[in-house]
């Protein structure tokens, strides 16, 4: 009889997680606790200079444990973590990833500027997206719950937006979008709080998070978007010039966004 096959180390750190311990990958466990960042720390350990229980290992997706004990370089390093989220000022031009052409610079290559020294070797996450040229409030974390605590529909977290459309807003105008409006997509979008700010200008608050949504929704009434900023999620608004950041405290986290973050 055949021996069966060993599952692979992903697989391994997977079910570890998911039963409720802290097992986690190896390259993901050193970037989350903020000794590298993910893809130096995939690069360290395929140059063998970490050590995983006094062994050499060289594939990053090894499975680690909250007992597990990690050298890198020869110096222990721990892998334990809190949840550290940071608030970003996107400026325009700046996109969530590399592919669009016309970008001048991604959120991370801003984030990564901005940062203070103590934070720089985090592996960090985009709490959502913001389009290109939409600027405000984007946040980041090293948890990944908290992102799916942020952007899961169930949530209901609020983003505020404010979008210069050009011509005079009046209230009726913005009526259809308090009560759910027919986007091109053939969908009714959730019932949004709309009001005019100044006269050629929309405040929207949003509980979804759908593609170009804000843009859309103003299309459907007849709002042409010429400018969008978000300066609020949740109870959080933004308070950081453009292409400056700054980490929330535990209170902000919990009482601003409605998340209990790990400490």
């Given at each position: 009889?055949?021996?069966?096959?060993?599952?692979?180390?992903w697989?391994?750190?997977?079910?570890?997680?998911?039963?409720?311990?802290?097992?986690?990958?190896?390259?993901?466990?050193?970037?989350?606790?903020?000794?590298?960042?993910?893809?130096?720390?995939?690069?360290?350990?395929?140059?063998?200079?970490?050590?995983?229980?006094?062994?050499?290992?060289?594939?990053?997706?090894?499975?680690?444990?909250?007992?597990?004990?990690?050298?890198?370089?020869?110096?222990?390093?721990?892998?334990?973590?809190?949840?550290?989220?940071?608030?970003?000022?996107?400026?325009?031009?700046?996109?969530?990833?590399?592919?669009?052409?016309?970008a001048?610079?991604?959120?991370?290559?801003?984030?990564?500027?901005?940062l203070?020294?103590?934070?720089?070797?985090?592996?960090?996450?985009s709490?959502?997206?913001?389009?290109?040229?939409?600027?405000?409030?984007?946040?980041?974390?090293?948890d990944?719950?908290?992102?799916?605590?942020?952007?899961?529909?169930?949530?209901?977290?609020?983003?505020?937006?404010?979008?210069?459309?050009?011509?005079?807003?009046?209230?009726?105008?913005?009526?259809?979008?308090?009560?759910?409006?027919?986007?091109?997509?053939?969908?009714?979008?959730?019932?949004?709080?709309?009001?005019?700010?100044?006269?050629?200008?929309?405040?929207?608050?949003?509980?979804?998070?759908?593609?170009?949504?804000?843009?859309?929704?103003?299309?459907?009434?007849?709002?042409?978007?010429?400018?969008?900023?978000?300066?609020?999620?949740?109870?959080?608004?933004?308070?950081?010039?453009?292409?400056?950041?700054?980490?929330?405290?535990?209170?902000e986290?919990?009482?601003?966004?409605?998340?209990?973050?790990?400490?």
């Amino acid at each position: 009889m055949s021996r069966p096959k060993k599952p692979p180390r992903w697989l391994e750190a997977a079910r570890v997680r998911d039963s409720g311990g802290d097992g986690e990958w190896l390259a993901r466990a050193l970037s989350r606790a903020g000794v590298l960042p993910q893809a130096e720390a995939e690069e360290a350990i395929r140059q063998r200079r970490v050590k995983l229980d006094s062994r050499e290992v060289m594939e990053p997706m090894s499975p680690v444990g909250p007992k597990s004990r990690v050298t890198v370089d020869g110096h222990p390093v721990s892998l334990s973590w809190r949840t550290q989220v940071i608030m970003l000022h996107k400026p325009a031009g700046a996109v969530a990833h590399g592919s669009d052409k016309k970008a001048t610079s991604t959120v991370f290559d801003t984030l990564r500027s901005a940062l203070p020294p103590e934070l720089v070797r985090f592996g960090w996450h985009s709490v959502g997206r913001l389009d290109r040229d939409t600027t405000g409030l984007l946040l980041f974390t090293n948890d990944e719950r908290f992102v799916a605590h942020a952007t899961a529909p169930a949530t209901h977290l609020p983003k505020t937006y404010v979008a210069r459309v050009g011509v005079k807003v009046t209230s009726e105008k913005l009526e259809p979008l308090r009560n759910g409006v027919l986007i091109d997509d053939g969908e009714v979008t959730r019932p949004a709080k709309a009001f005019p700010r100044g006269e050629d200008s929309v405040e929207l608050v949003l509980t979804e998070g759908r593609f170009h949504q804000v843009k859309r929704m103003l299309n459907a009434v007849g709002l042409p978007t010429l400018a969008l900023h978000r300066e609020a999620v949740g109870e959080l608004m933004l308070d950081v010039e453009v292409g400056t950041c700054r980490p929330l405290t535990d209170a902000e986290v919990r009482e601003k966004l409605g998340y209990t973050p790990r400490s």
